[in-house]
C-alpha cells in the first residue's frame, strides 16, 4: 500500500512563510512600480464649481478667486435710476486685478472653440455683460453659455493661461416682475501650463497615468487581501 509522506510541521510552517513573503513581496513590487510609472499628462486644469448667481436683489458681486498671482476676474450688478420704470440694470464683468481678457461672447455649450478660434473683440473690462430697463433687455440667454478668458500668472513670469467659465444667464424686461438681469457662474476651469482650453473641457486623465493608478489600486487591495488571509503567528 502506498503511502503519503508529510513534511514535519517545523518545515510546512516555513514553506508557508516562504511563500506568503513572496506573494507580499510580488504585491509591494507592483505597487512600487505603479508609483515609478511616468504620470504624463496633456494638460494640468484647475477647476472650481463653488459658484453663485449675481443679480440685483442677490449676490452683488463675485470674484474667481483661485486664480494664481495678481490676475482677479469678477462680476457685479449694477443700478440705475430710483424706481422700476426709470431705472436700468446690469450686470458687468471684467479684470478687477492684474492682466485679464475676456473674449466679448457667448459661446454655446454644444461648441467648444480654444481662445483663439473664437471670433470676437478682447476686452479687459469693466463692460456691460447684461442688461436691463422696463421695457427693453440685451441679451436673452437661458441655459449654459460659456464665457473664454485669458490672463497672465505673475507667479510665472507673467505667462498667459487660458480659461472659460460655465454661465447661465437669466435675463427680460423689468417690467416682467423678475430679478434681471441674473448670472449664475456654475463654474470655471483654467489650463496652468499655457495651452489653450477648450470651452467646457476638463482634459481626462492620460491612458498612462490611469494604468498607474489601476496598478496602485491592484497592489493596495492585494496587500490588504494577504493581511487579511496569512496564518496568524504563534508565540
Known amino acids: 500500500m502506498k503511502t503519503h509522506k508529510t513534511l514535519p510541521t517545523a518545515m510546512n510552517l516555513g514553506m508557508e512563510k ?22 504624463k499628462s496633456s494638460a494640468m486644469v484647475v477647476y472650481d464649481n463653488q459658484g453663485g448667481t ?53 459661446i454655446p455649450s454644444s461648441q467648444h472653440p480654444l481662445w483663439n478660434q473664437i471670433a470676437a473683440s478682447t476686452r479687459s473690462g469693466p463692460f456691460a455683460m447684461a442688461t436691463a430697463t422696463y421695457s427693453h433687455h440685451n441679451p436673452d440667454l437661458a441655459g449654459h453659455k460659456y464665457l ?29 416682475g423678475g430679478d434681471y438681469p441674473a448670472m449664475t457662474i456654475n463654474a470655471w476651469a483654467y489650463d496652468t501650463t499655457g495651452a489653450q482650453l477648450g470651452m467646457g473641457l476638463v482634459p481626462e486623465p492620460s491612458s498612462v497615468s490611469l494604468l498607474a493608478l489601476g ?11 494577504w493581511r487579511k488571509k496569512r496564518p496568524a503567528t504563534t508565540a
Do not use: C
Open 18 to 39: 516562504t511563500a506568503d513573503l513572496s506573494k507580499l513581496v510580488s504585491l509591494l513590487a507592483l505597487a512600487a512600480g505603479a508609483a515609478a510609472m511616468p504620470q
Open 54 to 106: 449675481v443679480s440685483y436683489t442677490g449676490l452683488h458681486s463675485f470674484i474667481l478667486n483661485n486664480l494664481p498671482g495678481n490676475a482677479q476676474l469678477g462680476f457685479q450688478a449694477n443700478r440705475r435710476g430710483s424706481s422700476t420704470v426709470t431705472s436700468k440694470r446690469s450686470i458687468v464683468g471684467g479684470q478687477l486685478g492684474g492682466y485679464v481678457r475676456l473674449r466679448a461672447a457667448w
Open 148 to 176: 473664454a478668458f485669458e490672463f497672465q500668472d505673475s507667479t510665472a513670469g507673467n505667462a498667459l493661461r487660458y480659461g472659460w467659465i460655465d454661465i447661465t444667464l437669466a435675463n427680460n424686461d423689468l417690467n416682467t
Open 215 to 225: 496598478a496602485l489600486a491592484l497592489g493596495a487591495k492585494g496587500v490588504r487581501s
